[in-house]
């Protein structure tokens, strides 16, 4: 399959779409947990906490742009109100993911349907990004409290995918402290966790009191100097997200890196195992949700960068997951992995790969689509 087999993706965005309006009829304004159970998901514990429930109205918003329904948009819209009042009441906010979550539930809204209210609760948590800025480091911490002995001048592969926040907040509010902070944090991305060879650290650490790199760490790959496969993918698409941004040049070929590394290790059906130092015959599990991740990635790529060759490599993924992966019902992709070791999320469906892989359709059915990482 290419990436313009109208009648395979047709039949592919269908079979999304379904589970997501059986998903719709079962979750409304409530939110489905990170991962499903035995290919089912699970309503969440404690209402909208967690870094992954945005997931959940952003794909209501691709569903709006696939279909033209206000059924999906006014769905969407209803999730506005539970984003506002968690960054309002500072619930759950101590992570740089907060990138992800108001990307998906308040930006858009802002940008489709002039939502004040969501202009406004996705301003408050860039201003949160902001406060967890460690000086001299000019990182974003990524995980709790700054004060936490543990966390503390951590950084991860992810955070590439919460600047584009900072952007957006600078460019609606003339405020430039918040493309600044994302522009410093994405250059140490760069220099640090990104390694010589093209891989990626899944998280690094400087020290907080003189910023000084210090060491790379994994937590949900395979070791310390593996190449965890979501983290590669999260690198593809951050870098070049980060360029389409800033124009920086050096980010597009940290992109093109991460991007030559993750090709080179697909085993045959193009979909990798959850760590890349893993290839046919390891009897390790595939983790589709950086499959999907890496599909738009390349998209990406092959938008900035006109070549060719990484379309190529994104509509091969992409037939694989189709014709491989996709689910009948429950999520839209199986064979997700969230966190091997610790032993989440294996051999399931999840929400961050459902997303994607819905991103992914609607970036090849909606030429004209922008996606919500960089939107004008």
Same mark, same amino acid.
């Given at each position: 399959?290419?990436?313009?087999?109208?009648?395979?993706?047709?039949?592919?965005?269908?079979?999304?779409?379904?589970?997501?309006?059986?998903?719709?009829?079962?979750?409304?304004?409530?939110?489905?947990?990170?991962?499903?159970?035995?290919?089912?998901?699970?309503?969440?514990?404690?209402?909208?906490?967690?870094?992954?429930?945005?997931?959940?109205?952003?794909?209501?918003?691709?569903?709006?742009?696939?279909?033209?329904?206000?059924?999906?948009?006014?769905?969407?819209?209803?999730?506005?109100?539970?984003?506002?009042?968690?960054?309002?009441?500072?619930?759950?906010?101590?992570?740089?993911?907060?990138?992800?979550?108001?990307?998906?539930?308040?930006?858009?809204?802002?940008?489709?349907?002039?939502?004040? =209210?969501?202009? =406004?609760?996705?301003?408050?948590?860039?201003?949160?990004?902001?406060?967890?800025?460690? =000086?001299? /480091?000019?990182?974003?911490?990524?995980?709790?409290?700054?004060?936490?002995?543990?966390?503390?001048?951590?950084?991860?592969?992810?955070?590439?995918?919460?600047?584009?926040?900072?952007?957006?907040?600078?460019?609606?509010?003339?405020?430039?402290?918040?493309?600044?902070?994302?522009?410093?944090?994405?250059?140490?991305?760069?220099?640090?966790?990104?390694?010589?060879?093209?891989?990626?650290?899944?998280?690094?650490?400087?020290?907080?009191?003189?910023?000084?790199?210090?060491?790379?760490?994994?937590?949900?790959?395979?070791?310390?100097?593996?190449?965890?496969?979501?983290?590669?993918?999260?690198?593809?698409?951050?870098? /070049?997200?980060?360029?389409?941004?800033?124009?920086? =040049?050096?980010?597009?070929?940290?992109?093109?890196?991460?991007?030559?590394?993750?090709?080179?290790?697909?085993?045959?059906?193009?979909?990798?195992?959850?760590?890349?130092?893993?290839?046919?015959?390891?009897?390790?599990?595939?983790?589709?949700?950086?499959?999907?991740?890496?599909?738009?990635?390349?998209?990406?790529? /092959?938008?900035?960068?006109?070549?060719?060759?990484?379309?190529?490599? /994104?509509?091969?993924?992409?037939?694989?997951?189709?014709?491989?992966?996709?689910?009948?019902?429950?999520?839209?992709?199986?064979?997700?992995?969230?966190?091997?070791?610790?032993?989440?999320?294996?051999?399931?469906?999840?929400?961050?790969?459902?997303?994607?892989?819905?991103?992914?359709?609607?970036?090849?059915?909606?030429?004209?689509?922008?996606?919500?990482?960089?939107?004008?």
């Amino acid at each position: 399959m290419t990436v313009t087999d109208t009648e395979v993706l047709g039949g592919a965005a269908a079979a999304a779409l379904r589970t997501i309006d059986a998903n719709l009829a079962a979750f409304g304004d409530h939110y489905p947990d990170d991962t499903t159970v035995h290919g089912r998901y699970r309503p969440r514990e404690g209402g909208n906490v967690g870094w992954t429930t945005s997931f959940w109205p952003g794909m209501l918003w691709l569903a709006h742009d696939l279909t033209g329904s206000d059924v999906y948009r006014r769905a969407a819209e209803a999730h506005v109100a539970s984003f506002a009042d968690r960054v309002r009441n500072r619930v759950d906010l101590d992570t740089h993911d907060l990138g992800f979550l108001y990307t998906l539930s308040c930006v858009v809204p802002w940008q489709r349907s002039g939502l004040a =209210e969501a202009r =406004e609760a996705a301003l408050a948590a860039a201003d949160h990004l902001l406060s967890r800025v460690l =000086e001299p /480091a000019g990182i974003i911490q990524a995980w709790g409290a700054l004060s936490d002995p543990r966390q503390r001048g951590r950084t991860i592969i992810d955070s590439l995918m919460n600047t584009p926040l900072l952007f957006w907040a600078s460019r609606t509010s003339g405020d430039p402290r918040y493309a600044d902070t994302a522009r410093r944090h994405t250059a140490q991305l760069r220099d640090h966790i990104l390694r010589p060879d093209g891989t990626t650290f899944h998280t690094f650490y400087w020290d907080p009191s003189t910023g000084e790199p210090l060491r790379g760490e994994t937590e949900q790959g395979s070791a310390d100097d593996s190449c965890w496969a979501r983290g590669q993918a999260w690198g593809i698409y951050g870098f /070049a997200l980060n360029h389409r941004w800033t124009g920086d =040049e050096s980010l597009l070929t940290a992109a093109r890196r991460c991007a030559a590394y993750f090709l080179d290790r697909l085993p045959s059906d193009r979909v990798p195992y959850w760590d890349l130092e893993f290839g046919d015959g390891s009897g390790e599990e595939r983790d589709s949700s950086a499959a999907a991740i890496a599909v738009c990635g390349l998209l990406e790529l /092959a938008s900035q960068s006109g070549d060719p060759a990484y379309r190529t490599a /994104a509509g091969s993924i992409l037939a694989s997951l189709i014709a491989g992966y996709a689910a009948e019902s429950g999520s839209l992709l199986r064979h997700g992995v969230y966190d091997k070791p610790k032993g989440v999320g294996v051999d399931e469906g999840n929400l961050w790969g459902d997303y994607f892989y819905l991103e992914a359709l609607t970036r090849v059915a909606v030429p004209s689509w922008t996606a919500p990482w960089f939107s004008r």
